[in-house]
């Protein structure tokens, strides 16, 4: 059995993924931004061990969530299903100033990553629009650049690419990898989206808690269970360092050296 926690499983594929890992005989811990989306976790997992609180939009809120995780125990993993879309129509900031798509898709799997005690798989969904994603990091608040919200979470999800390829070079004891779920009928993808519901969520599960020899590997990039490519970019490692670098001055949090919590 493993202990697994799952972020943004309120609704959608996290809360698929929990259910499946659940009636897979797996101890799960579910996380939802507020009360209220708690309620709703609850009820859509009623096997689950527990809900995890907080606004991942929110730096010290993603601190307490991770000092709710670390009470809880190390977990075997934790999947980083958290994340907004592309049809934020203007830029948004959080109340740290921050754009809100990056806040949630980048900066908050990076802080827990950072903060939750080390377990032994990480799993970051991704999509297939991460192709699209711009590598420069030059402006990644979109200060400079006029707003395109559908750029902005294209760029955010090669940013989660590169963020699993760098834990999985940086941590060699931890199975670090990213997927994504396929252009699905979530709130993300709207309900045209054409790609098969019953599939998206299998992936994540199977990479935090299978013993396939397949989903034992670090720094890989998958689709329904099979490898795929992931944009060039997210293999260059002065790509990798320098993200680890902008979160960790935007947070005041390092990743930890390759020995800590080891």
Same mark, same amino acid.
């Given at each position: 059995m493993a202990r697994v926690l799952i972020t943004g %499983? =309120?609704?959608?594929?996290?809360?698929?993924? =929990?259910?499946?890992?659940?009636? %897979?005989?797996?101890?799960?811990?579910?996380? =939802?931004?507020?009360?209220?989306?708690?309620?709703?976790?609850?009820?859509?997992?009623?096997?689950? #061990?527990?809900?995890?609180?907080? #606004?991942?939009?929110?730096i010290e809120e993603t601190r307490k969530v991770a000092e709710q995780a670390n009470a809880y125990g190390r977990f075997d993993a934790v999947i980083h299903n958290a994340g907004v879309g592309y049809r934020e129509p203007e830029r948004v900031l959080t109340k740290d100033g921050l754009a809100h798509v990056f806040a949630v898709n980048v900066l908050a799997p990076y802080l827990l990553t950072a903060l939750i005690d080390r377990p032994g798989r990480l799993v970051y969904l991704s999509s297939g629009m991460h192709r699209r994603g711009n590598p420069d990091l030059g402006d990644l608040q979109w200060d400079r650049r006029r707003w395109n919200g559908c750029q902005a979470y294209a760029d955010s999800k090669l940013f989660d690419v590169v963020l699993a390829f760098a834990v999985a070079r940086r941590w060699p004891g931890v199975l670090s990898n990213a997927l994504e779920p396929g252009w699905v009928a979530t709130r993300t993808g709207g309900p045209r989206a054409p790609d098969d519901l019953t599939q998206a969520h299998l992936t994540q599960a199977w990479l935090a808690a299978s013993d396939h020899p397949d989903a034992t590997i670090t720094g890989g990039y998958f689709y329904h269970q099979r490898r795929r490519d992931a944009h060039p970019a997210a293999h260059d490692r002065t790509l990798q360092d320098g993200l680890l670098t902008a979160c960790a001055e935007l947070t005041g949090t390092p990743l930890p050296a390759r020995e800590h919590g080891s």
């Open positions: %499983s =309120a609704d959608g594929l996290g809360q698929m993924a =929990a259910r499946l890992l659940v009636d %897979s005989g797996h101890q799960v811990v579910l996380h =939802a931004r507020n009360p209220g989306r708690a309620k709703d976790a609850e009820a859509g997992v009623p096997g689950a #061990d527990g809900v995890l609180i907080g #606004d991942l939009a929110s």
